[in-house]
C-alpha cells in the first residue's frame, strides 16, 4: 500500500521489487474460444448469445484509461468503447478510473451503468500508483486497462508507473486484460522525441514485462501479435480490431473546391511537414484544392503547431480541436483524407475514422496501415516523408471519381464489419472466458 507521504524513490523500490516476480506463465487460451472470439469480431453471432448461453451477468468492470473531457492519451478511444461496453447484456456496471481534468468540469455519463473517479493526474507517479487503492475497494471482476506506452504524462516515471499498474492488479489475483495500443520495442525512438539510451530501451523492455503478466493482451495490429509471440511466447495475446463508426454515407466529390483533410493530435511523427511541401506542388497544378488541418497539438507537443499556425501559407486552414458532435461536419466537407506519418504508433484511429464516413485515403505506406488494406480497407499507400508521391496520390484521387466511389464504399464496407458495437461484443466475450478460468 502506497503512503501518502512516500518518497518518488520509494515508488521505484516498489517497481524494481516487482520486477523480480515477473509472472511468466500465463492463463491457457484455447483455439476454440479464439475462433469464437474471431466470429465476435466478424459479427457472426447475437448479442444476446452470452447470457442465452449460461455467461455470467451483471459483471463489474474496473476501466483505466484516460477520458474526455481530456484530449489524447487514447481518451477519445475510451469514450467510443466504454459507450458501447455500457449496451452489453451481461455488464452490470463499467467503473471508470480516469485521469482528473484541469480547469474543466468532467461530462456526465450518459448511461446509468458508468461511473468515473477522477483519481490518478498526468506526469504524477504517485497519484498512478495509488489507483490501485482505489481498485482494491471496488473489487471488480474484471480490470480493463486501455493504454500505450505514453499514456500517463510525458515523464518516463509516471509511464513506467502506470504501466507497471498491470502487474500489481496481477499479484492482487484480479483479472486483467490488457488493450495494448502500440508497441514501444518496435517504435524508432528518434522519431518521437527520445533518446535511443540504454535506460530507454531498459525501460521499454520492463514495461512490456509488467503489461504481459496480465490475463489477456489484446492488440490491434496482428503484427504485434506475432512479435509478441515471437520475442515473449506468452499465451492470451489477442486480436481486436480498432473499431469503427458505421452507417455513414459517402458523401460524393463536389464539384466546387476540393479540400484535403489531415485529422488528429499534431506532433512530429504526423508528417505535417510533409503534406505542407506537398501542398505547395499541389497548388501549382490546382488552384481550387485547400488543406484543412483539423485537431490540436498533442499534449506531449504543446506548442508544435504555433510556428506552422503564424507562417501558414495560402489556402491552408487550420481548425483547431474538434469535438465529437462536430465529426460529421469536418469529416463530410473532406474529399480525401490523409495520414502522412512518420511512423505509426500503434493502428490509426483517424484511418478507421475516415473509413467510416466513407472517405478515401492516402497513407504513409506503413507495417500499420498495409495491415488495413489487406483486411480490406481502401488506401493509396506512399512512402513516408516522400511529397511528391503525397502530391501525385492526393491529385489522383481528386481526379479519378469513378476510383474514389470505389474506395468510399470499400472503406464503409470495412468500417460495417468493425463497429464499436462488434468490437464491445468481442471484449464482452473475453470478459466471460476469463471468470470461466
Known amino acids: 500500500m502506497v503512503q501518502e507521504g512516500i518518497k518518488p524513490k520509494g515508488i521505484i523500490c516498489i517497481i524494481v521489487a516487482t520486477i523480480k516476480s515477473v509472472v511468466t506463465h500465463f492463463e491457457g487460451l484455447s483455439w476454440s474460444k479464439l475462433s469464437m472470439w474471431t466470429r465476435a469480431i466478424k459479427g457472426e453471432f447475437k448479442a444476446t448469445s452470452l447470457v442465452e448461453g449460461g455467461g455470467k451477468t451483471g459483471l463489474r468492470v474496473c476501466f483505466i484509461s484516460s477520458y ?84 500517463f504524462g510525458k515523464s518516463r516515471l509516471a509511464n513506467f508507473a502506470g504501466l507497471s499498474l498491470v502487474f500489481l492488479c496481477r499479484l492482487c489475483r484480479f483479472k486483467v486484460i490488457v488493450l495494448m495500443h502500440n508497441l514501444g520495442e518496435v517504435v524508432d525512438l528518434k522519431k518521437v522525441n527520445l533518446k535511443p539510451s540504454f535506460a530507454n530501451k531498459a525501460g521499454v523492455l520492463v514495461a512490456t514485462r509488467f ?33 469503427s463508426l458505421g452507417g455513414n454515407h459517402c458523401v460524393s466529390i463536389d464539384p466546387e473546391d476540393k479540400v484535403v483533410l489531415m485529422f488528429g493530435h499534431m506532433g512530429p511523427s504526423k508528417g505535417l511537414p510533409t503534406m505542407l511541401t506537398a501542398f505547395e506542388k499541389i497548388k501549382k497544378e490546382r488552384s481550387d484544392v485547400q488543406l484543412v488541418i483539423a485537431g490540436a497539438n498533442h499534449p506531449n507537443f504543446p506548442r508544435y503547431l504555433d510556428g506552422f499556425m503564424k507562417n501558414a501559407p495560402s489556402k491552408v486552414y487550420f481548425r483547431g480541436y474538434v ?23 500503434g493502428t ?41 508521391a503525397l502530391k501525385d496520390a492526393i491529385l489522383k484521387v481528386l481526379v479519378d471519381k469513378e476510383a474514389t466511389a470505389k474506395m468510399c464504399l470499400q472503406n464503409l464496407k470495412f468500417a460495417q464489419n468493425e463497429r464499436w458495437s462488434i468490437v464491445a461484443q468481442a471484449y464482452e466475450q473475453v470478459y466471460q472466458e476469463l471468470l470461466n478460468t
Open 68 to 151: 474526455p473531457p481530456n484530449h489524447a492519451r487514447l481518451s477519445e478511444y475510451a469514450k467510443n468503447l466504454v459507450t458501447e461496453l455500457a449496451n452489453r447484456p451481461s455488464i452490470g456496471k463499467l467503473n471508470l478510473l480516469t485521469d482528473q481534468v484541469t480547469g474543466l468540469e468532467g461530462e456526465l455519463p450518459e448511461n446509468s451503468k458508468i461511473e468515473i473517479a477522477r483519481v490518478w493526474k498526468q506526469d504524477h507517479p504517485i497519484s498512478i500508483i495509488k489507483t490501485m487503492v482505489q481498485v482494491l475497494k471496488l473489487k471488480p471482476d474484471v480490470i480493463h486497462f486501455s493504454i500505450g506506452f505514453q499514456s
Open 211 to 243: 503489461i504481459l503478466s496480465a490475463s489477456r493482451v489484446v492488440v490491434m495490429v496482428k503484427s504485434y501479435a506475432e512479435y509478441l509471440r515471437k520475442h515473449y511466447n506468452p499465451k492470451g495475446i489477442l486480436f481486436i480490431p480498432h473499431g
Open 323 to 345: 469535438p465529437e458532435e462536430d465529426l460529421y461536419q469536418v469529416f463530410g466537407m473532406a474529399d480525401v483524407v490523409v495520414t502522412p506519418y512518420l511512423i505509426a504508433l
Open 348 to 388: 490509426s484511429g483517424v484511418f478507421h475514422l475516415a473509413c467510416g464516413f466513407g472517405k478515401p485515403i492516402v497513407s504513409s505506406d506503413l507495417p500499420e496501415m498495409k495491415e488495413m488494406v489487406a483486411d480490406g480497407a481502401s488506401a493509396l499507400l506512399v512512402p513516408p516523408g516522400d511529397a511528391d
